[in-house]
Every structure is written in structure tokens, then in C-alpha cells.
């Protein structure tokens, strides 16, 4: 094969390629941009999976898992599965888009063929799903910072719960607070990675300078130390509770986003010198690290203002609080977390906007994850990144407007989907299975890098068995636990958070991939066969793994191993 071409960035060259097994024709080849520095590679990687969840979402998930006694059991099992869970899939989706350099649904159809590409489109619309209610509650933490600056904060919780209702459930507002979020989402990803790196260069860090100060200031409280000593004990009886590690698995899938397909897009604009074995352990790992700062900030300032201001209170009246889910699962955060800043004085205002500003910040750059996934999944379909743009904004926003004006829809949302991130897991090991486990391993991963950890045959049996048989007994611990849940909304009927709910929104979701796969198998053979038939070109995007063939170069050099 002979090929002759000249890159020059971001621009499409035609070049002259003869191939024994493409023939000879025009082909029109583009060059991927890459990450300018490793430093804003590894911001942009924590910024895509440091979010709310870490903030929000972790404190009360470690306080609804905890007895009397405390913690601690929640959070060793919550390290296994970073461990035995989240590292090796977002291995897999590291090496998935840096192999392919396309988004979820194009990586799946090059590694996998058609047969797999479902999987791919489940983890996209997943995502997306997640997407339309996030940017609601991120408008939620934009209009706290501006409320709290203009207003004092509440003394009670009657009166905090009031601010809440008055804007998230009774006014408009977070219609006009969602289309911001939307806006500077998609404004971040206009220029793909350029402003990708450019925005979670400066966001990222204070970001973590923010969440580091409240940290400290939270350790030198009095009575701090009371809550960090709860958090921190054991409760052994709780291993035997399979509530634990359900929330456990879902809570670091969240947290970290393995299986979301965020880093898949991401990985694209890396190269083989990126070490993705590095990225994939050490960004989670740091990650639950923002998660554990997270939790012993909330616990040490709950404690410790509950004390000074109510003398008798006792641990379980504490931890009740925590565990106060309010509206929309919202609320510690937007219920007492205002209560508890106003007891400090008149600083307490000013750590309430920089809470709510931090808590902005990490839903920001994990927001622009998302709509990077989306961007370049259509970009992969040949779409301009403009276009692609405006289709995402008016999506999110259109879907986000559900959630905007029915705080039940997004808290019924956030209980279906955050939960379909253990599926996603299973899409991306059916990936694997598919090339091969030992081929990805070899081939995707450690031949095709260079100056990285080598990923050893360990890896293998941790993906090939031990992650398949934790999400299996999760699935099923899961769905145990809701049919059995005490009487309510009973797990067959059609309630807000309930078992029939989520498996009918999850059927209607995969019957909705089925027929648009039919359908663009459909569209694609018939384009095909007219381009064949035309002889106009084809597109190939640069990449380290260039090959001039319009079959999957991985697929042909490794036929036989497959």
C-alpha cells in the first residue's frame, strides 16, 4: 500500500491511495487535534468525571448507608469497586476511543461491527438522559450563588425550604437557569478540544482550591472532629446488607462515570504516548479523593453547627439530617447546607456562595463531557461540529424543560438512569468480549501505547469475570431490594421511583435503539451502494492506527486472532 498525504491542522486533504484490498481511489483524510499539554489533558479528564455527584450526591448516599455506630464499612466496599469496577471499565473506554478516535457509537461500530453498535447507542442515550436533568440542577447552584449574594441566608429549615419551593417548584426561573447551563455547555465544546482544555484549565483548579479551603475551614470547627469520627467507624454487621453494595457500585460509577462513555470522545484526541493505563487509574483515583474531602467537609459542618446550636442533639438526629433526601434528592444540599452557613455568622454567607460556586464549577465540567459525547457522536456521522452543536443544545434543553417545571420527573429521571450506568458497564464489556479479551488487552491497549503502565493478564480476569459477576449480583440485589421495599408505591405499580418504572423506561429506551438501527442500517446500505457506485470519496480520519481501507484496520490485522 502506498499513501501519500500532508497534514496540516484541522484540515481535509484528498490524498491517492492503492491498496490490494481497498483498490485504488480518492480518499479524503483528516488529521485529529490533540491535547496541548499533559496537564490540561489530565484537568480535562477531572473535570469531566469531578461533578455535583461528588459534592451533592456523595455525602447523603455515605449517610443513608451508615448506622448508628457510622460509616466506614460504606466506604471500604465504595474503594473495592473503585478497584474491582470503575478503574477497569474506564480502562476499556480510555482505550476504546484513543484506538478508534471517535465517539461511543462510532468506536463500538469499528471495534465491534454493526452487531454491537446498539450497545454503543444505549450508552450514548443513557447519558444523554442524565444530561437533561443535570443541567437542571446545575441552574439550581447558578441561582444560589446569585440569591445568596443578594439575600441572607435562612435560619431554619421551614424558611430554607420555602427559597427552595418558591424557585425550583412555584416559578420559571429554572427554565432561565437551565438554558445558561445549556448555553455555556455548548459554548465550551464550540472548538472541540481547543476549548475543552482551555475551560477546565482555568475551572478545574478553582475548582479544587475552593472545595480545599472549605476543607480546612470545616477541620478547624469546633466539634469537627465528632463527625469525622462517625465517618470514619465501622458498623461490621453492615457488609451483610446488600443496600450497601448496591449504592456502593452506583454511587463510584457516578462518581468516577465509568460506563458513562464520557472518556471514550476524550481519549479520542490522544495519542499513543498518553498513557491511558496512568489516566485511567490515577483521574478516578483522585477523583473519590475530591469525593472523600467532599464527605468529610459535610460531615464535619453538619456536626459541628448542629452541636454548638442544639446541645442534646445525638448522632442518628444528625445523621437524619444528611440523610434528608427533600425535593429532588436536593435536600442537604440546597435544605440545610444554607441553615447550617448561616449559624457560622456573617462569614457563613460568604462560604454558602463559594459552596454553591464550587458545586457549579464541578457540574459545569462534567456537563461539557456530556455534550462533547453527543457533539462527536454526530460529528462521527459526518455532521459540521456547528450543526452538531445547535442539534444537542435544542435536545437537552427541549428534554431538560421536563425536569425544569417537574421536580418529581427529575427525581423519578435521576432514579432510572443513574442506576442504567451499571448497564452500561455490561456494553462495554459485550465491547471487549467482542475483539476479544486478550486481544484488547495486547493489541488496544498495550501495543498500541507507548511510554505507559503495561496492563497485565490480571486485568483479564478482573474484566472477564469478576466485573460481569459484581454487576450480575448488583442487578439482582437491586431489583430484590425494591420489590421488597416496605408499602408505598408497590414495585408493580407506576410510581415515581419504582421498580415497573424504570424496567418500562429502560424497554422503551432499548426498542427506540432497535428501530433507528434497522432504520440507518437501512439508510447506510442504500448510501453505500449509491457512493460505490459514484465512486465519490470517503472520509478517514487520521489516526495512529491509520489504515487505508474502509474496513475496520483492527478487524483485518487481527482476523485471525478474532
Request: charged residues 15%; hydrophobic residues 50%; proline residues 3%.
Amino acid at each position: 500500500m502506498s499513501v501519500e498525504k500532508i497534514f496540516s491542522d484541522d484540515k481535509e486533504e484528498s490524498v491517492s491511495i492503492s491498496s490490494s484490498v481497498a483498490g485504488s481511489g480518492k480518499y479524503t483524510v483528516k488529521k485529529q487535534t490533540r491535547f496541548s499539554t499533559p496537564l490540561a489533558l489530565f484537568l480535562s479528564c477531572l473535570g469531566c468525571v469531578v461533578g455535583t455527584g461528588n459534592i451533592w450526591r456523595f455525602p447523603r448516599i455515605l449517610a443513608n448507608n451508615s448506622q448508628d455506630e457510622g460509616c466506614l464499612v460504606f466506604l471500604i466496599v465504595w474503594v473495592i469497586f473503585l478497584l474491582l469496577w470503575s478503574i477497569p471499565i474506564l480502562i476499556v473506554e480510555y482505550g476504546t476511543g484513543r484506538f478508534t478516535q471517535k465517539a461511543v457509537i462510532g468506536s463500538f461500530q469499528e471495534l465491534g461491527g454493526a452487531k454491537v453498535t446498539w450497545c454503543g447507542a444505549w450508552i450514548c442515550l443513557v447519558s444523554f438522559c442524565i444530561s437533561c436533568y443535570y443541567v437542571v440542577i446545575l441552574g439550581w447552584c447558578f441561582y444560589y450563588i446569585i440569591y445568596f449574594i443578594a439575600n441572607e441566608l435562612p435560619q431554619d429549615s421551614a424558611e430554607s425550604r420555602k427559597i427552595f419551593k418558591d424557585f425550583a417548584e412555584d416559578s420559571y426561573w429554572p427554565i432561565l437557569t437551565t438554558g445558561i447551563a445549556v448555553l455555556l455547555a455548548a459554548l465550551s465544546v464550540s472548538k472541540g478540544v481547543k476549548t475543552i482544555e482551555k475551560v477546565c484549565t482555568y475551572l478545574v483548579p478553582v475548582l479544587l482550591l475552593i472545595l480545599l479551603f472549605t476543607f480546612v475551614w470545616s477541620l478547624t470547627r469546633e466539634y469537627a472532629d465528632v463527625g469525622i469520627k462517625y465517618m470514619f467507624t465501622p458498623h461490621w454487621d453492615s457488609f451483610s446488607n446488600p443496600r450497601v453494595w448496591v449504592d456502593a457500585v452506583t454511587q463510584n460509577a457516578f462518581d468516577t462515570g465509568a460506563g458513562a462513555g464520557l472518556l471514550i470522545p476524550y481519549a479520542a484526541y490522544m495519542s499513543k504516548h498518553h498513557g491511558i493505563v496512568r489516566y485511567a487509574t490515577m483521574v478516578p483515583t483522585v477523583n473519590n479523593l475530591v469525593s472523600l474531602i467532599s464527605g468529610i467537609t459535610i460531615f464535619s459542618t453538619v456536626f459541628s453547627s448542629l452541636i454548638v446550636s442544639t446541645p442534646y442533639v445525638t448522632n442518628s438526629d444528625i445523621v437524619g439530617i444528611i440523610k434528608d433526601s427533600g425535593p429532588g434528592s436536593t435536600g442537604l444540599t440546597f435544605i440545610w447546607i444554607p441553615v447550617l452557613f448561616e449559624s457560622v455568622g456573617v462569614f457563613g454567607r460568604v462560604l454558602a456562595c463559594l459552596f454553591f460556586l464550587c458545586l457549579s464549577l464541578a457540574g459545569l465540567t462534567s456537563i461539557i463531557a456530556s455534550f462533547e459525547l453527543f457533539t462527536h457522536t454526530l460529528v462521527d456521522f459526518n455532521l459540521k461540529r456547528s450543526f452538531a452543536i445547535i442539534i444537542n443544545t435544542c435536545l437537552i434543553f427541549g428534554f431538560g424543560m421536563l425536569s425544569a417545571t417537574n421536580i418529581n420527573i427529575l427525581t423519578n429521571q435521576d432514579f432510572v438512569w443513574s442506576f442504567a450506568l451499571i448497564i452500561n458497564g455490561f456494553m462495554l464489556i459485550i465491547l471487549v468480549f467482542k475483539v476479544g479479551v486478550r486481544n484488547f488487552r495486547e493489541r488496544v491497549i498495550n501495543s498500541f501505547g507507548s511510554d505507559d503502565w503495561r496492563l497485565n493478564i490480571a486485568w483479564e480476569w478482573i474484566i472477564a469475570v469478576i466485573v460481569p459477576l459484581e454487576g450480575l449480583a448488583v442487578i439482582v440485589w437491586w431489583s430484590v431490594d425494591l420489590i421488597e421495599s416496605p408499602p408505598g408505591d408497590e414495585w408493580y405499580e407506576f410510581g415515581r421511583e419504582t421498580f415497573l418504572t424504570t424496567i418500562v423506561q429502560w424497554l422503551g429506551l432499548l426498542i427506540l435503539i432497535i428501530l433507528t438501527n434497522i432504520l440507518v442500517s437501512c439508510v447506510c446500505h442504500w448510501r453505500r451502494k449509491k457512493r460505490d457506485q459514484e465512486g465519490a470519496p470517503v472520509l478517514i480520519r487520521y489516526s495512529p492506527n491509520y489504515s487505508a481501507t474502509r474496513e475496520n484496520p483492527f478487524r483485518q490485522q487481527d482476523q485471525a486472532n478474532l
